[in-house]
């Protein structure tokens, strides 16, 4: 008890610091929310849990990286997004759409076995360097002041695009054709197939469309965080936590939940080794797996009703 | 019953016919790796057990190992020579448990025997397994499938940031493990044969566990789980106590299987944590068609000895991806089990 004293007193003292230490906890909360999302959206179509989630963030800011040597910022981040959308519908096509009702364990080992050949091809295209994307506006030391506050305009561009996903995303499932059509595919697909609803495009969308968003992630938080052919395991399971932390499947409960996880990770410093920073998130996960499966933010029938 | 006799017979005699072939060609360095892969195949088997007929999936056995291979590693190499004076010290001194020897420049280390590290590392593996195991085999599919890897990378990390465990350099001149006088489990050159017969032995008996736990009672009630839990604790199976012995089971194996091999290698390094490690196992079940001993341990050989000797080259962990997609997608009833009329007419049924 008396150490969080201590870090209280600490942050009325430093008041900068404390913001800076949010900042930090917001962006990378961000990104959380958004790879949390994207297994949302796989999941709530096909009930599997694609563990190569992370590895769409990885690809979008890679290949970001690549394509801006010859194209500006805005352009190849345009093309980077569409091509991993184009490599999140190819996965599955090639491999998941033919399988007739595989179980869980199988689908399991599949995405085990994508990611890591995503991530071993990765590695032969680009090696083991650590890369970045330049800042969008502005560079490294560039800063916007709030009430005296210094945050780098990043943290903002990271806040406000993945915002604009989130807050799309909501309207592209309640507003559109083919986002109420994966809704109902994810209530119920027999009914849905019955209807007349192409269950087997909308599962094919599904990834198309949380690999969108993932490398649309990769790209805004690359500068801050840099990239690296090995990125997407810490940020596959962070991003996993997440999504239980706010119960599977509920996407606005994942932002709350990337929020919770990303400071409490930056503040995570000020008590231990930054080494040790990853096994937060992984206790966390245990945690709400041991205690708590349908998430802070979900109901225990409800929960009891999904089959994994 | 008897059927599976013949087979360890058959298996003994291979093991036998493959140290003499390799001798007579004059390439008995075959056997190192050889060794290697068998105590590789350990870990497998234990998961055999516990993915093929129990049905749970565990992505943290790298995790086993490595407790298992740090625990004899650390025991057996921290010299207690500044702390000789002490009382506890003496009195582990007076019961036999030290061990005390030259390194190379001469200076005395006093260790602990490796007999200690090995039966500690052992106990170890099965509290941690049983400690984990309750609230980790409440959950299925992804939850568990997410919350063994969880364990894993939690081992990797606290090996990789513990100046104890060599960070990332891991432990090295970790001494030979004298098992009996004259019998040394140690990578010498003249002890390359015994040494693999020793490891050759663990996975017989490893083999001859399985093959009569399966065939009884407890197997029953495995395949049972596996099948249908809920039906199998309603016809009165103690699924949850079955699934806790399976995984201590699984893991006091792997365990083993890390701290022999770490007396064999002399030293031990993180990459023995890693997840990839674990994924590598899984792979190997898998291949082997999950449920099938024969299989996991033909294939554990096949895979591990290929990858040590090095065939694979830079592409090591993609290969064991593309295993693990390739045969979940067209035979996840494993590699051997393959049947090329029955495939012919299923495509020819289809067209």
Known sequence: ???????????????????????AGVTYGFIYAIVAIGFNIIYNTTGIINFAQGEFVMLGSM????????????????????????????????????????SVLRMIIITIGLSIIIREIALAIWGENVRALPYFTGNEVSSVSFAGVHISPQVLWVVGICSVMVVGLQVFFKYFRYGRQMRACAANREVARLCGINTKNMVT??????????????CVVSPITYSQYNMGVPLAIKGFTVAILGGLGNSMAAVAGGLLLGILESFSVWVMPSAYKDAIAISIMLLILFFRPAGLFGRKEEFSLKEF | MRKGYLQIGILCLVLVLIDLVSASFGKTYYLTQLTMSLYYSLV???????????????????????????????????????????????????????????????????????????????????AVAYIIGIPVLKLKGHYLAMATLGFGIIVYRIVLGTPLFGEADGVSDVPPFNILPGLSISGEMDERRINYYIASFFVVVMVYILINLINSRVGRALKAIHGAEDAAESAGVDTANYKLKVFILSAIVAALAGAFLTHFNGGIGPSEASVMKSVRYVAIVAAGG???????????MLLNFLSLRGYFGSYDDAVFGAVLIVIMLFAPEGILRINPLKILRMSIKKS
Request: glycine share 10%.
């Open chain 1, 1 to 23: 008890m008396p150490l969080v004293f201590c870090i209280i007193f600490d942050c009325i003292m430093n008041i900068e610091l404390f913001f800076q230490y949010v900042a």
């Open chain 1, 63 to 102: 290949t970001a990286i690549t394509l801006n040597a010859f194209m500006p910022l805005s352009l190849a981040i345009v093309l980077s997004v569409l091509i991993t959308m184009l490599v999140g519908a190819v996965m599955e096509i090639l491999f998941f759409r033919w399988l007739e009702s595989p």
């Open chain 1, 205 to 218: 969308l599904s990834f198309v469309l949380s690999a969108g968003i993932g490398a649309l992630a990769g």
């Open chain 2, 44 to 126: 497998v088997l234990g998961l055999v057990l516990l993915m093929g007929y129990a049905g749970q999936i565990s992505l943290g056995h790298a995790g086993f190992f490595a407790i298992g291979g740090y625990t004899t590693a650390v025991l057996s190499t921290y010299n207690l020579m500044k702390y000789k004076d002490a009382a506890v010290v003496k009195m582990f001194s007076k019961a036999g448990l030290l061990n005390l020897r030259e390194d190379l420049y001469g200076a005395e280390i006093l260790s602990f025997h490796p007999w200690v590290g090995i039966v500690l590392s052992l106990a170890i593996a099965a």
């Open chain 2, 290 to 300: 999950m449920a099938s001993v024969w299989g996991g341990l033909t294939m554990a």
